[in-house]
């Protein structure tokens, strides 16, 4: 506990440090210096807070002991026994939110996200399931306050996607949509069965941090850049000029092909952030799985073959198998209603982090 205490005081130290620097006029002048030390600030300022709240309590239950070792009559001494009481479990609140807040942060929790949503084993069925996943990160988005923008699409017959892609930005994004990754199940019905058979079709999901060039820098000469006509809807003069691109980051074989905006410029920005935020991914999750041969978290963020979650629609079911939480309100996941399974799993991971600290 002393070692986590010295810690919090040095937090507390910078923490007023940069209060003070970022109301230096000089500070204020340079944008980007300013722009670093206040998320600096803002990141320690949480866990500041907790700390002087702590401080307090701890202070105000020392006042109590004091006063309960005086001569008090029988109201006065029930009255600070049942303060004491509350502060002792005011006290044991903080100590655990300190823990949690001090363990080691991911450094791309903050970070927006590319998501990618694939019709897997189902054909018609697997596509329309994800296109009802896509409905139900856009409306859970929604009520976190984020932006959705689809940057690419493929669409089937039957109304369903065989892939979307699509960017989500917003605060602390990637925090919560990590442990999406992986392969969702669905039991049911679908609407093209006429003999009322239940069919299991999957969707996969991938969830990347949008990279930014300082995050990882791709040299221009491992990209090859192709351009070509766009095929498909747009009308004749979509075909007349090479807008599409597909660019190849040769290191990796990675291949990002886009065609969704009519100018060739538009397509190759997109193309860009995704190929960057799929590189990034690609050397974070060889990074993760050397890492994870250490340590196993039942919650990983990375393999999209790993099957995550079942969403049963006859017994309005959804099943998290990584953690074991079964929820009877299929309906209400579908519609967004998405909170109870994702503040399930970060409480696992930082349960499973507690325990590999101190063990």
Do not use: C
């Not at 896509?134 to 984020?146: C, I, L, N, P, T």
Request: proline share 2%; glycine share 6%.
């Amino acid at each position: 506990m002393d070692e986590m205490f010295d810690r919090l005081q040095t937090l507390v130290d910078r923490y007023d440090e940069l209060n003070e620097l970022i109301s230096d006029p000089e500070i204020i002048a340079d944008t980007r210096r300013f722009m670093e030390l206040s998320k600096e600030e803002a990141d320690l300022r949480e866990t500041v807070e907790a700390y002087r709240k702590y401080q307090k309590v701890t202070s105000q239950i020392d006042e109590d002991n004091e006063m309960l070792r005086e001569k008090l009559d029988d109201d006065m001494s029930s009255m600070v026994k049942d303060e004491l009481k509350d502060l002792e479990t005011q006290k044991e609140k903080l100590e655990d939110q300190i823990r949690i807040l001090l363990l080691p942060k991911d450094p791309n929790d903050d970070k927006n996200i590319v998501m990618e949503i694939h019709g897997a084993a189902g054909g018609d069925e697997a596509s329309l399931f994800a296109a009802d996943l896509f409905d139900m990160y856009s409306r859970y988005a929604e009520k976190q306050g984020w932006k959705v923008e689809v940057v690419d699409k493929n669409e089937t017959e039957v109304g369903g996607f065989k892939e979307i892609v699509m960017l989500i930005s917003g605060d602390k994004v990637y925090s919560k949509l990590k442990y999406e990754s992986g392969a969702h199940r669905v039991q049911r019905v679908p609407v093209t069965e006429s003999a009322g058979r239940l069919h299991t079709s999957t969707a996969t999901v991938g969830v990347m941090p949008e990279a930014e060039d300082v995050d990882i820098d791709i040299d221009p000469k491992d990209i090859r850049t192709d351009v070509y006509r766009s095929s498909g809807a747009g009308g004749q003069h979509i075909n007349k000029t090479s807008s599409a691109v597909r660019m190849t980051h040769l290191p990796t074989g990675i291949v990002v092909a886009m065609q969704d905006e009519r100018s060739q410029q538009q397509n190759r920005a997109k193309a860009m952030k995704i190929l960057r935020a799929r590189v990034y991914n690609y050397y974070h999750e060889q990074e993760e799985s050397a890492y994870d041969e250490k340590r196993k978290s039942a919650v990983g963020t990375g393999d999209r073959s790993e099957r995550i979650r079942t969403y049963n629609y006859p017994q309005n079911r959804v099943t998290d198998h990584r953690i074991g939480l079964t929820l009877n309100k299929l309906d209400k996941i579908m519609n967004g209603d998405l909170d109870d399974i994702i503040d399930a799993l970060i409480l696992y991971d930082q349960t499973q982090k507690m325990e590999q600290l101190n063990g």
